[in-house]
């Protein structure tokens, strides 16, 4: 049974009260109409408890907004949501996907993720294409999803806020992945709940990378705010040749900065008896957190990036399939996905809002009890990083 304006309410009690569920909760479909963001279908959640967030159709149903009883959790960069038609994957040497990039939760892959890389084409068996020139973080961020359905399901007196859409990434010659996505919140509740399926449509014999780049803002982002997770290691910094310069350590972050060059780890990460990992980032001065539940065995790597400049203040959370080394070295250590025709990957998430001290308290001693994160600022780095198994 939901639980709605401090008390538990039944289906019968909720629709005596109002002619139309949307009064409380509900998804609604819509479009933007000015700007960068004008033509984008978008589905807005709002599960009555507070919690509110938006669905962008035509940017792989990722998450764009999100906010709790009317305070900010995702980033706003000054990219803005832009409509997928004004994208240009090849443009500026493979970083104009950084132009499209903003949000709660980016999408990257769905053959590539990280920095750009010619990849070998000789698995698609034609002369011309030699080459797959591969952008930052792959291409499936910008591809306009299928929307399959949404809505509001109820089973007896518990109600599901759910949508549904297919992302097809193909070409002549080369791949054809579908990324299928459903997401899901109950009513009254303050998880979102996200399941993809990566299947292969294709008959290539075709690689397979994937990550999520989800991005807390401000004011849960703001000096003070710490990063919780169960960090077995501290594995790489992509600023080890001056670590402690810009004074910016992995684990309590400052108020946005002047000239700030972006920092990112990557943390070997231990999973609970599940083999779910939690990771957060929460603001004590707020009472306010967010909270990201992965499977190491779907995504065994982890990083975490700290873009704290000012005017594009954000610390990311991204889970991945493989190390921050990039393709090139996935390929030679053998563990790149390869996916046949009708091989299907999946990935299963939970983002969770912490919304009081309790809530954080809890999460907090829920990390600790998988792993204990150093108590440093600036932990050595181990370099170590582990074979990941069981890749075809």
């Known amino acids: 049974m939901p639980r709605l304006y401090n008390k538990d309410i039944s289906r019968a009690e909720l629709e005596a009260a109002s002619g139309a569920l949307q009064h409380a909760a509900g998804v609604r479909l819509m479009t933007l109409g000015d700007g960068l963001e004008r033509g984008v279908r978008m589905l807005e959640f709002r599960t009555g408890s507070g919690l ?187 600023h080890e040749g001056s670590y402690q310069a810009q004074g910016v350590g992995y684990r309590r972050l400052p108020g946005p900065r002047m000239d700030f060059r972006e920092q990112v780890w990557q943390h070997e990460l231990a999973a609970d008896s599940k083999g779910e990992v939690p990771v957060a980032l929460v603001n004590d001065r707020l009472g306010l957190g967010f909270m990201v539940t992965t499977r190491k065995d779907q995504f065994p790597c982890q990083y975490e990036w ?6 594009q203040y954000a610390l990311g959370i991204e889970p991945s399939t493989n190390h921050v080394l990039g393709q090139g070295e996935a390929r030679a250590r053998g563990e790149l996905i390869w996916l046949n025709h009708g091989d299907t990957r999946r990935y299963d998430t939970v983002f969770s809002v912490l919304t009081d001290a309790d809530a954080i308290a809890a999460a907090e001693a829920r990390i600790r009890g998988v792993a204990t994160q150093p108590d440093m600022d600036y932990p050595p780095l181990s370099g170590v990083f582990r074979p990941i198994g069981g890749r075809q």
């Not at 980033?75 to 803005?80: E, F, M, N, Q």
């Not at 929307?147 to 089973?155: A, F, I, K, N």
């Not at 700290?306 to 005017?311: E, H, I, P, R, T």
């Open 52 to 238: 509110r967030f938006s669905v962008l159709i035509d940017r792989a149903m990722d998450i764009a907004d999100c906010d709790y009883r009317g305070v900010a959790i995702g980033w706003h960069s000054p990219a803005g949501f832009r409509n997928p038609g004004l994208h240009d994957y090849e443009g500026e040497g493979g970083l104009g996907w950084l132009r499209s990039f903003s949000g709660l939760m980016v999408t990257c892959g769905l053959d590539h993720i990280l920095f750009m890389y010619d990849a070998p084409a000789d698995n698609y068996f034609y002369g011309p294409r030699r080459k797959v020139s591969q952008s930052i973080h792959g291409r499936v961020g910008t591809i306009p999803a299928r929307l399959t359905g949404y809505g509001e399901s109820w089973d007896g007196d518990q109600c599901v806020l759910w949508a549904e859409g297919v992302v097809s990434q193909g070409t002549v010659f080369g791949e054809h992945l579908e990324l299928h996505r459903r997401i899901e919140v109950d009513l009254g509740g303050n998880d979102i709940r996200l399941t993809d399926r990566v299947v292969n449509r294709g008959f290539y014999r075709t690689p397979h990378m994937f990550c999520y780049h989800i991005n807390v803002g401000h004011p849960v982002l703001e000096a003070g705010a710490r990063y919780l997770a169960p960090i077995a290691d501290v594995v790489w910094a992509a």
């Open 306 to 311: 700290q873009n704290l400049q000012s005017g």
